[in-house]
């Protein structure tokens, strides 16, 4: 009794957004979801048929058959219940419509690409003809529309997936896959990686943010901005520690010189709740802490961990860092 | 009638196994079965301490009890060793141990073989398992996907140790599974048709069938990847015309068939021993042995039914949808046929009949997961999951873990003389059943929440935290089960109440003396029905008195009828070897072998190819010649049989078949890789500059056709009793032979280096592929023209120069497929 | 090959090997028809072509079984069975074709 009310604080404590497909929120999910109740029932009557012969056969030693009704038991449960309902449920599945997407569908398109052991996502610039919008491990889609994602990845195969709005599709080297998801309502959700990919696949989380259409375009135009100048001596000191520090020649905060492309794009990371692909909340005390023991933290992950810093200069590292809303 | 004084003190002479540590050279089937068995409950008790290191990590979030790096290597041992040196060994042993008692056999065909098949299981089991010990087991999950276990994101020895270790056991498996087919279709006891076979030989055959299709892709995959691995040859890296969905095929066109490998042999085990304890013959008999080939088959269709994810075209998808959903019927056949067999006789509920049980209720719910998962839509939302997870784990567990245990209780006492204790087999049944349910049921929901497979933690709050701790509370419970059942067994073993005859009342072979003796039958019965112990009085005393087949060694041979396929009609006599160390020491050399390519020390591996060879052409040259040999043996009072030895029908002739088929499947893996590349890989079709058609690669096919005719005349001259012609036609076929290998070596050079393109890489393994089976069948006749030089064969004895020449004309064939695959398809890539 | 390994032959490895043979054949000629864009002519050629296949392989599986069933005994019946499974199977395997959108 004493685990109880652990157990209690610790779904309270929560993190960020649904996964379970047991919530959808999309239409495919919806759909699916449908399919297994589905499935459901049809398990419920072939139990209650194997329990039946199971009570007969090991419960009623008294009640014996004869060889011909057994003989229909056994064909009906074994042939002509199957012949009927596999077709059937087999049709069903056809006919709600797969996460897949095709190439030449014009939906609205987002790019994602997975890395170990964090996401990437590319939007069509707001302005048309500018260069695509990065950002990484939240995902931001508008309400109501269909979005086409193209999957890709940058080294090992990963899976995309988003238990509240569909199925998932891998993202395989030397392939580009899509699926294409819609979200009904707004609110935030969970994503993750599927296929296991490596030390720190458990630890490879996005958010993903269901956003009314006005509020969508909103963030897109914010997103769409370089970086904000840093405010304050501790965030310009931070910058420049940035800089000698060597962080831009992986991350790349736009407008500010940094244009490393194999590493979260930290333009706007301050605007983001969580850092380490869904594991830290984003507050003064977890970025430090993750600058300074990234691979106690996340023992694996493709960054090291910068324990040569002074206290004093991951705050500032962490001001500067604040700074970019 | 009564049989000599001494004759029964000959027989056991004869089949004696030597004492001490020498019975490591013993061959017979049933200390060859009970060391598979031990030996896979040895590597199962690691492999479940290991779920049990899982289980303690997923008991509560954030769990700080494995790192990632010791998890991952965790759970993909934990895989590993259960799918391949647990599930199918453990009834590769079952079979080993029972087939030749249930077909009324004095032991396997060939028991080296036999001997070998379990020595290389042991090694690689070993070799695998050493990983673990020195901290760099595998770690890429137990279906190792590239690219995250190639060379770039894997660089240590780990991934080496998988692919090493389980080659080599699937190499014991295949060489298994051909003793098996031999076994059952040529050593039944006289009278014991197809009709009348136990039903466990029907689903050993079924199962030896698929192994020996379905193995063989995973074994090419494997040498590929080692390949890619050693040497960077590309098969499945994408930027060199590779394909990592390349493996993903290769590893289930095994990975499926190998669930239904485990189930089918397990379902057999309950076909034979709940008609037992129902005392009723099992119902619809001929439903069970159609729906045992029908799963046999239909498991080879549904491979991709994995693969769901991957992108591969919806089309394809439907399909495997399709076959998948199919399988529900023959195994909705046999489930409910066992449970009839059950619900119409007048059983009596001992452990074995409660393992029965538990196999339907938890197999029937895996089952019911299955169709679910095979379902496109679904199977998107639950790949990957906990689901997935409780659905694998209730077929498995369900289908082969429950069956094999209630198959221990039922058989201890024909393996033990002792007769092992209900109380704690029932304590031990609702142990293991209700732990394994609270284990696994909750774990559905875990899934469709959206927890992942194979991760070393996970956050709190996302409602995974009850589901996880019943889950591995539920894996202590089944745990302290398992423990209890199998220490009551042991227990049994040494202080159990000793048994009588067939203390169960059973109907099949293996109960006519129980513990039976070591040649197994005093004299080997004729058959009459399924249920011989039941339908035929006085088989027992006829039995043990000698009346039948062969109760007489004959001056210490180990003597034992071989039968045809279908009737089942006496043919000849099979007069089996009795103890050598050949299996031992070569499986050791090959061990030796594979440890010097795991460490990448070539010249060891070289050195361990070249003993190799040695050591199987010295367990290959018979040690009496055939003019010693006698050319008839009396097999019953007034019946005279032939010598199987060199006859033509012998069951080593079936066996060469049955081999072929096996290497045709792996080949056929090799010509699926290409074509599948040429259709779906980036960067192909390659770019082909200029083809050319190298002159020595046109020239060879001459000798190569003269070969093949030199082999056959060969053995046209042995028809006609021409020894001096056969022994000059092997030699021109040994001398054409070496001019096509010459000039295909020399073409060779001439390819592509293997590691620019998957297609140089690919047009290299098959070229190496023909030679080395031209090499052997080249052995194969080299060996038969010494044998001939020292007066071997005879017009209707000259088995090894028949098979010589199948083998040499098979080798040939390859290279109509070879030939245009290495020379002519660059025409096809010139742009 | 003897007498009765023949009739074992047909009656039970006959008909999961037509079947084997089906699935092979439709597979590479769905894929190859989507390779080559066989499916974007205005006759349904792939669907046309699988369900005709279907039709002659279940036809041929049947034929097999009727001369399989006529045996008395063990072959009869088991043979019988399988070959029945098999026609069943055949028939499943061609659906998805007609079912599902090809070539997506």
Redesign the interface.
């Known amino acids: 009794m004493r685990l109880l009310p652990l157990l209690v604080l610790l779904l309270v404590a929560g993190c960020g957004g649904d996964q379970s497909s047991l919530d959808p929120t999309g239409p495919n999910a919806r759909d699916t979801l449908w399919l297994f109740k589905l499935t459901l029932w049809v398990s419920v009557i072939v139990c209650a048929m194997v329990a039946l012969a199971v009570v007969q056969a090991w419960l009623l030693p008294r009640f014996r058959l004869g060889a011909r009704p057994t003989l229909w038991m056994v064909a009906g449960g074994g042939v002509v219940l199957p012949a009927i309902v596999l077709p059937l449920l087999l049709v069903a599945s056809l006919r709600i419509p797969w996460p897949f997407a095709e190439e030449r569908e014009g939906a609205f398109t987002i790019d994602v690409v997975a890395w170990q052991f964090w996401w990437e996502f590319r939007y069509p610039n707001p302005v048309p003809g500018g260069p695509p919008v990065v950002t990484a491990n939240e995902l931001h889609i508008p309400v109501g529309v269909p979005v086409r994602f193209r999957l890709l990845t940058e080294d090992v195969i990963h899976s995309f997936w988003i238990p509240t709005l569909g199925g998932k599709v891998d993202m395989i080297p030397g392939r580009t896959n899509y699926a294409l998801l819609r979200a009904d309502a707004p609110g935030e959700f969970r994503g993750a990686c599927f296929e296991f990919c490596g030390l720190q696949h458990a630890n490879m989380a996005f958010t993903v943010r269901a956003l009314p259409q006005a509020e969508w375009q909103d963030w897109m135009w914010r997103e769409a901005r370089p970086a904000a100048e840093p405010e304050g001596d501790e965030a310009r000191k931070g910058r420049e520690i940035f800089t000698a520090a060597g962080c831009g020649s992986c991350h790349a905060v736009r407008g500010h010189g940094a244009e490393g492309a194999t590493a979260p794009d930290l333009t706007h990371l301050a605007s983001r709740r969580t850092i380490g692909a869904g594991i830290l909340p984003n507050t003064r005390s977890s970025l430090t802490g993750w600058i300074a023991a990234t691979q106690q933290i996340k023992p694996g992950a493709n960054m090291p961990s910068y324990n040569g810093l002074t206290g004093p200069q991951l705050h500032a590292l962490a001001a500067y860092l604040e700074g970019l809303r | 009638m009564t049989r000599p004084a001494g004759e029964e003190a000959e027989l056991t002479q004869a089949w004696a196994s030597p004492p001490g540590w020498r019975a490591l050279s013993a061959v017979n089937h049933r200390p060859m079965g009970a060391r598979f068995v031990v030996t896979a409950f040895f590597f199962f008790t690691i492999a479940g301490l290991l779920a049990l290191l899982i289980r303690t990590q997923l008991a509560v ?1 954030n769990n700080t009890v494995l ?3 010791a998890y ?1 290597q965790v759970f993909t041992m934990h895989g590993t060793m259960m799918l391949f040196l647990f599930a199918v060994p453990v009834l590769q042993g079952a079979a080993t141990y029972l087939l030749p008692l249930m077909l009324g056999a004095r032991d396997l065909p060939f028991p080296r073989l036999g001997a070998f098949s379990f020595w290389c299981y042991l090694f690689g089991g070993l070799i695998l398992l050493s990983s673990l010990v020195i901290g760099a087991a595998p770690d ?2 137990w279906f190792i ?1 590239p ?2 276990s190639g060379k770039a ?1 894997s660089p240590g020895i780990n991934v080496d140790f998988w692919l090493i270790g389980v080659t080599f056991a699937e190499i014991a498996g295949v060489a298994g599974a051909i003793e098996l087919t031999v076994s059952i279709l040529r050593s039944r006891a006289p009278g014991m ?3 009348r076979m136990p039903l466990f030989a029907w689903y050993m055959l079924a199962t030896a069938g698929m192994i020996l299709i379905g193995f063989p892709p995973l074994i090419l995959g494997s040498i590929l990847f080692e390949l890619e691995r050693a040497f960077d040859w590309p098969f499945f890296d ?2 060199r015309g590779g ?3 390349l493996w993903q095929h290769l590893f289930w066109l095994f990975g499926h068939p190998e669930v239904y490998i485990i189930l089918l042999p397990a379902v057999g085990l309950l076909a034979t021993f709940v008609p037992v304890h129902a005392r009723q013959p099992a ?2 008999h ?2 069970l ?3 045992a ?2 799963t ?3 498991s ?2 549904l491979w991709a039914h994995h693969m769901y ?3 591969i ?7 495997f ?3 998948s ?2 399988v ?3 195994s ?6 066992l ?2 067999t ?6 009596v ?1 001992r452990t074995p ?1 409660l393992f029965a ?1 538990g196999f ?2 938890i197999f ?2 895996g089952g ?2 299955g ?2 998962v095979s ?4 199977d ?2 639950a ?3 906990q689901f997935v997870v409780a659905h694998l784990h209730y077929v498995l567990i369900g289908g082969s873990v429950f069956p094999v245990l209630g198959a221990l209780h039922h058989w201890w006492p024909a393996a033990t003389g002792r007769m092992p204790s209900e109380t704690t087999g029932k304590i031990g049944f609702w142990l293991l059943f209700v732990g394994f349910n609270i284990n696994f049921m909750p774990l559905h929901h875990t899934g ?16 995974w ?2 589901s996880n701790l019943m889950a591995s509370a539920g894996s202590l419970m089944f745990a302290l089960g398992l423990l209890i059942f199998l220490g009551g067994l042991a227990h049994a073993a040494f202080r159990g109440r000793r048994t009588q005859d067939d203390p169960w009342g059973a109907g099949t072979l293996e109960w006519i003396a129980t513990p039976p003796p070591v040649y197994n039958f005093r004299a080997v019965p004729v058959i009459e029905s399924r249920y011989p112990l039941w339908d035929q009085a006085g088989l027992r005393g006829a039995v043990l008195n000698g009346v039948g087949f062969m109760p007489d060694p004959q001056g210490g041979r180990r003597l034992a009828p071989a039968t ?4 089942a009609v006496p043919e000849m006599a099979l007069d089996l070897p009795g103890p050598t160390w050949s299996p031992l020491v070569t499986a050791a050399i090959f061990a030796g072998l594979f440890l010097g390519i795991l460490v990448q020390a070539y010249a060891v591996a070289v050195a361990g190819a070249v003993a190799a060879f040695v050591a199987v052409v010295v367990w290959m040259w018979p040690s009496e010649r055939d003019h010693d040999l006698p050319r008839e043996v009396e097999a019953a009072p007034g019946l005279m049989l032939p010598l199987a030895r060199g006859h033509h029908r012998s069951p080593a002739w079936t066996a060469l078949w049955v081999t072929l088929a096996a290497d045709a499947a792996l080949y056929a893996s090799l010509a699926f890789a290409f074509f599948y590349l040429w ?1 779906f ?3 192909w079709p390659p770019a082909v500059v200029r083809a050319t058609l190298s002159w020595p690669a046109v020239t060879a096919l001459l000798p190569l056709v003269a070969s093949v005719a030199a082999a056959w005349l060969a053995e046209r001259a042995i028809r006609r009793d021409d020894r001096a012609g056969l022994v000059r036609w092997l030699a021109v076929a040994l001398g054409t032979g070496v001019v096509f290998l010459l000039l295909q070596g020399w073409a060779a050079m001439a390819l592509g280096p293997p590691s620019r393109h998957a297609r140089d890489a690919l047009a290299h393994v098959t070229w190496i592929f023909q030679a080395f089976h031209l090499l052997v069948a080249m052995t194969m006749a080299g060996m038969a023209l010494a044998r001939a030089r020292l007066g071997d064969f005879a017009p209707d004895r000259h088995l090894a120069v028949r098979i010589a020449t199948r083998f040499w004309t098979y080798a040939a064939l390859l290279w109509v497929v070879g030939f245009p695959l290495v020379h002519l398809a660059p025409f096809l890539f010139v742009r | 090959m003897t007498e009765p390994s023949a009739s074992a032959f047909r009656a039970l490895l006959l008909p999961p090997l037509l079947w084997a043979g089906h699935f092979l054949a439709v597979y590479v000629f769905v894929s190859l028809a989507c390779l080559w864009g066989w499916h974007r002519m205005e006759v349904p050629v792939v669907q046309v072509v699988v369900a005709g296949l279907t039709v002659a392989v279940v036809a041929a599986v049947l034929l097999a079984t009727r001369v399989t069933a006529r045996m008395p005994g063990f072959l009869g019946r088991t043979g019988g069975g399988v070959g029945l499974l098999f026609a069943g199977a055949t028939l499943v395997v061609g659906l998805p074709p007609l079912l599902a959108p090809v070539c997506r």
């Open positions: 979030p790192g990632p790096e991952n890429a999950g996907y690219p995250l994101f048709s197809l009709s994408t930027s394909d990592p969905v119902f619809l001929n439903w042995v159609a729906s080939i029908g046999g088959f239909l080879m269709g994810a991957v992108g075209p919806q089309m394809s998808l439907a399909f949808s399709a076959a959903s199919l529900a019927i023959p909705g056949i046999q489930v409910f046929a449970i009839a059950v619900g119409m006789g007048r059983p509920f009949l049980l339907v209720v029937v719910l019911l997961t169709v679910m379902l496109v839509p679904f998107l939302v790949h990957d999951t469709l929440a959206g927890m992942p497979r194979r991760v070393y933690t996970y956050p709190a709050g996302l409602g935290e009850w045809t396929e279908v009737e259709g890989a980036a960067q």
